[in-house]
C-alpha cells in the first residue's frame, strides 16, 4: 500500500521548507501509528508512505477497511493539500523510453481493471505531471500515448472538460506514479511548527472553532476552562473535556487543560463592581490569569473565540478595552466571522454536537440585564484593584490540570 501526499503552502517556504516538510512527516508518522507500520519518506515535492507488509490485508474488504481509515486519519492532518492511494511503476531505463511508457501503460490498465469493480466510466482523460523535467517525453505527449493505450483497451471516449474518470500520472526521477482519486487534506501549516498558544474554552460553539484554525497555522493548542463549580454543574467542564479529546485528534499531540473555579472571583466582582461592568470584569480576571498560565508554560499568545458584535462583550469598544490589561498577543481567528459561518465550520470538525448540549456557563452567571458595550479600560482597571487578592491567590492555588 501507498500514499502520495502533497502539500501546498509548504511549497513557498523557500529556505525553510525542509523544517515544515520534516514536521509534517513527523505528524504523518503520529497519525497513522495505529494503522501499521509505515515508510513515511520525503521526495521532491511530495511524500510518500508505503505499509511495510501486507500482511493484513488479506482480503479486499480488509483493504477498503484500512483505506478508510487511513484517509480518515489522513484528512486530520494539517500541511497535507491532498493526497492519494497511488501505485509505483519503477522507471529502470530512460534510454528505452518505449519500453518505459509501455510498460506504464500496460501497469496503469492492469490495475484499473482490477479496482474497476461495477462503475460504468464511459469517459476519461489523463492528468500527467513531471517533477523530472530530464525525463524525454513531455508530460502532452504522455497523456497522448497513455490515452491512446486506454482507448485501445476500452470502449471509453476522452473528455477534458467532465470526465468520469480522471488517471493521474506523477514522473520522477525514480518512478512514475499514478492514481485515479485526489483526496482533500485540511491544507494549512504542520502543527507544531508555529509554537503554543494557549486557548480560552467554553463548551459552547466559538471558542473550539478558534482553537482548530490556530492548529491549521502550525500552532500547538493548550487550553483553559473556567467554570462557576458548585454553582453551576460540572456539565461544562465534562463537556469540554470531549471537545478537547474531539480537537486534539488534529494536532495529534499532547496538551493541556487548565481548569479555573471562578466563582470566589465572581462572587466579589459582584459586590464592588457596577451591575452592567460585571461581565467584563469576568474577562478581565480570565484573561488576567490565562495571560499569568501561559507565561509559566512559555506559551506564546491567548486564542479566544470572539467575533466583532456577537455579544455585548465583544463590541469594538469592549475588546479595545479589555486589551490593555494583557501585555501578550490575543489571537481572535473569527472576529469577522458571523454565526452561521462558526456553526457550519464547528459540525465540519466535529465539535458541534457536543457543544449545543445544555451546560452551565459561566459567563451568564449573574449576568446583568444591561452590560456596558462601551467599556473604559481604566474602569477596570480600577475595579480589578478592589478585588480580594487572597481570593485571586486562592483561585490560582485551586486550578487543575489535566493532561490529554
Known sequence: MLMLIHYGEIGLKKGNRAFFERKLVENIQVALKDCGDFFVIREPGRITAKLKSLSDLVSRKNEKLKTDEIAGKLKKVFGIAHFSFANEYPIINKGEIESVVSGLCEKIYSVYENQNTGAENKTFKIQTQRSDKNFPL????????????????????????????????????????????????????????????????????????AAWYLMKRGARTHFIHFHSYPQTNKTSVDNVKEIISSLNEWQNKNCKLFLVPLLDIQKDIIKKAPEDYRVMMYRYFMLIIAEKLARDNNYKALVTGE?????????????????????????????????????????????????????????????????VTKANSDTIFNIAQKIDKKIIDKTLDSIEIINF
Do not use: W
Not at 504522455?142 to 476522452?158: P, R, Y
Not at 468520469?164 to 525514480?174: G, M, Q, S, V
Not at 503554543?196 to 472553532?209: K, N, Q, R, W
Open 138 to 209: 513531455t508530460s502532452q505527449k504522455l497523456n497522448e500515448q497513455i490515452g491512446d493505450f486506454i482507448i485501445k483497451k476500452t470502449e471509453m471516449k476522452v473528455d477534458l472538460e467532465n470526465p468520469d474518470l480522471t488517471i493521474f500520472a506523477e514522473i520522477t526521477r525514480k518512478s512514475a506514479y499514478f492514481y485515479f482519486e485526489k483526496i482533500k487534506g485540511p491544507g494549512g501549516l504542520p502543527v507544531g511548527t508555529n509554537g503554543e498558544v494557549l486557548t480560552l474554552i467554553s463548551s459552547g460553539i466559538d471558542s473550539p472553532v
Open 307 to 371: 467575533s466583532l458584535g456577537q455579544v455585548a462583550s465583544q463590541t469594538i469598544d469592549n475588546i479595545f478595552a479589555i486589551d490593555g490589561c494583557v501585555s501578550m498577543p490575543v489571537f481572535r481567528p473569527l472576529i469577522g466571522m458571523d454565526k452561521e459561518e462558526i456553526i457550519n465550520k464547528a459540525k465540519s470538525i466535529g465539535t458541534y454536537d457536543i457543544s449545543i448540549r445544555p451546560y452551565g456557563d459561566c459567563c451568564s452567571f449573574f449576568v446583568p440585564k444591561h452590560p
